[in-house]
């Protein structure tokens, strides 16, 4: 007899691992689908170099079609809540705004999303950074703004018990958290519903899927075998780049002309303070604070405190020879600050090659540029006010943000997911992903990944 599953729900990260514990928790036969590995807080890497070919899609990392521009995803069972940094933020007016005029749907409303955002913090431990947490990165960040007079504020992250105290240096955990205390969906869903009976596959990747007017058919493929599974309804939750390209290899393009549109991704550049005494910038809780609201909103980007463990600095400083070694051996005296731009969806569109690789193009606006620019600058400032000796600034730019492709909207003829999170015309195939987003909000996504995934999930447990 063939097993057609309540539901199968393709990726298990911010969107995936959410909704299908929570289904299997209120009773339906679930399938989760991942296409990385099961790790756990015993067995994830324990260095840069492992992790990322364990963790990463493209073994660390995957490029735009013109290799400017570094995307980092996550492949293993949790999705990229393994390897993210948890900093978890609501969305705010000006996001649900703008939102509301692109998609025409009468529900994009803050208050209307107060209920999923509440439903999902209260499932999650929470901490607002204090002063007490802050390395000398961060400190060096306080110090300039408030002699220059910018506006700053202390981030929240997902976390329980992270042991700052007795030396844990939270960079570590771009490998995935060895403590369980990262608030990722393996750790706050995932763990308990497989305790409980979920079914979840790993290893297995889908290649594309059919939607029929009772159920859907999805192909996989698992160990070089190809096989197809059955399922009522259908859960796309890959992320941006992986339910777009399961849709477009699906020949969904052919109907839906907003798929692979519009993708965006906060497109993030590294600037690096040099000083003659040791900063540590890695050490501890390594991102607590971040630029405040004013004038930064407005001006479309927002500045962060961050750090990148060796192998990514190297690669993001790009030197070679005797200045990669200059650069390395004052690795441990950098402060460094990352502006993050609030890009437009006109520059990203996703596409798949004939063989069915995903293929991203991906350009900056003028708009994109000069808030860039403008973000550049103030960067500079601080750096000066920090008193370094040198500015260095990576020539690259990369992608942690990865949004679009499948735009919710209330038409057709410029989305790919109605109002109800189903792609037009297919009832049954749902999507609740990053990949829905119309537009950069220019605010960290993964709340609102799960807070519009929990309303899908109120919408199919009332249905
Ligand atoms: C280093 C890093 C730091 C970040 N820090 C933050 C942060 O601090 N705050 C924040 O809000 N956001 C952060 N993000 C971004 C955030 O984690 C993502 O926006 C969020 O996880 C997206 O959720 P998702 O469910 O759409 O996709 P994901 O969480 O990426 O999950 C998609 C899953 O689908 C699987 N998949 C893909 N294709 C297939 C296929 N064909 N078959 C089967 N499975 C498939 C993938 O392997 C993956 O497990 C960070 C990202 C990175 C990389």
């Known amino acids: 007899m063939i097993d057609i599953h309540d539901y199968i729900v393709v990726g298990s990260g911010a969107s995936g691992g959410l ?11 679930v399938l989760l689908i991942e296409a990385g590995k099961a790790y756990d807080k015993k067995t994830f890497p324990n260095n840069e170099m492992r992790g990322s070919a364990a963790l990463y899609w493209g073994g660390g990392f995957e490029f735009d079609s013109e290799a400017k521009t570094a995307y980092l995803r996550s492949r293993c069972l949790g999705g990229t809540t393994i390897v993210n940094q948890a900093l978890l933020d609501r969305f705010d007016e000006d996001v649900f705004n703008d939102w509301k005029n692109r998609t025409g749907i009468s529900w994009m409303e803050q208050s209307e999303l107060d209920k999923s955002y509440e439903a999902v913090e209260n499932r999650l431990k929470l901490k607002t950074f204090e002063d007490k947490d802050m390395n000398n ?22 976390q329980d018990d992270c042991a700052l105290e007795r030396g844990n240096d939270c960079i570590a955990c771009l490998n995935g958290c060895h403590r369980d205390s990262k608030q990722s969906t393996l750790v706050t869903s995932i763990q308990k519903a497989m305790q409980d009976g979920m079914k979840a596959q790993t290893e297995t990747e889908v290649l594309s899927v059919e939607h029929h007017a009772d159920h859907c058919d999805v192909h996989v493929l698992t160990a070089g075998k190809k096989a197809v599974l ?20 699906s020949g969904f393009d052919k109907k839906l002309t907003a798929l692979g549109k519009g993708f965006c991704q906060h497109p993030q550049f590294m600037f690096f303070g040099v000083f003659d005494e040791i900063v540590d910038g890695y050490k501890g809780a390594f991102q607590t604070l971040a630029s405040g609201k004013h004038p930064f909103r407005k001006n479309g980007y927002k500045l962060e405190v961050v750090y990148a463990p060796p192998i990514s600095a190297g690669m993001l400083l790009r030197s070679y020879g005797a200045e990669f070694q200059k650069q390395m051996k004052r690795y441990r005296y950098m402060s460094s600050i990352e502006v993050a731009v609030r890009d437009e969806p006109d520059g990203g569109r996703l596409r798949i090659n004939r063989k069915g690789r995903l293929i991203v193009e991906k350009y900056l606006t003028a708009q994109d540029k000069s808030r860039k620019a403008a973000g550049a600058e103030t960067l500079k400032k601080i750096f000066t006010a920090q008193g370094a000796k040198e500015i260095l600034e990576s020539p690259f730019f990369f992608g942690l943000h990865l949004m679009g492709g499948c735009a919710i909207g209330s038409s057709g003829a410029n989305s790919v997911v109605n109002p109800e999170f189903q792609v037009h015309d297919m009832p049954n195939i749902y999507i609740a992903d990053s990949s829905i987003f119309p537009s ?9 990944v799960m807070a519009f995934s929990h309303r899908l999930l109120t919408q199919l447990s009332n249905a």
């Open 19 to 29: 909704l299908a514990s929570d289904l299997h928790r209120l009773g339906a036969d």
């Open 137 to 158: 990165n961060a400190r060096l960040f306080k110090m300039a703004c408030e002699k220059l007079g910018y506006d700053w504020k202390y981030l929240r992250r997902g």
């Open 230 to 249: 059955k399922c009522r309804k259908l859960i796309m939750a890959a992320g941006s780049f992986g339910t777009t390209q399961v849709l477009l290899r």
């Open 440 to 448: 950069a909000p220019g605010i960290n996504p993964s709340l609102s």
